[in-house]
């Protein structure tokens, strides 16, 4: 029999942290998450600025596309339990992202789950076209 685990209070950098986003606007963090998720499944680094600026253009994320590079290099640390976008079962699409929603950190979260779960659900599909493009 597994006992529950206690609720582990953040602590003092943690809670600064998540008091420091939270007073960022929503664009900003809406543009962190998915930059990130994209840096993740797409497998993509800061420095491909070519497929950063078609994300950047699909998803209508940010002005200077220079602003998602720091979200960018620390999607293998926010996001290292999530697989990229080619090791994903399509037909579990649904499941994976409930995963993504559940795993999301509190202070990337920018509006209510269902708006999270459309756009999560667009980018997903966005990087699966990226990776097996439909022919023309």
Known sequence: MLLPTPKK?????????IALWNRTPSDFRRMSLLSSLYARFAECHEDDKDRLNQVN????????VRCMQFSV???????SHILPIHRIDGERLDVYIGRVLKNTPCWLKYGEDEVLREDINHL?????????PLPT
């Open 9 to 17: 209070r953040p602590g003092l950098l943690e809670r600064g942290w």
């Open 57 to 64: 253009q699909a998803f209508n994320l940010t002005r200077d």
């Open 73 to 79: 290099f620390i999607a293998p640390y926010v996001w």
């Open 124 to 132: 997903m599909r966005y990087c699966i076209d990226e990776q097996c």
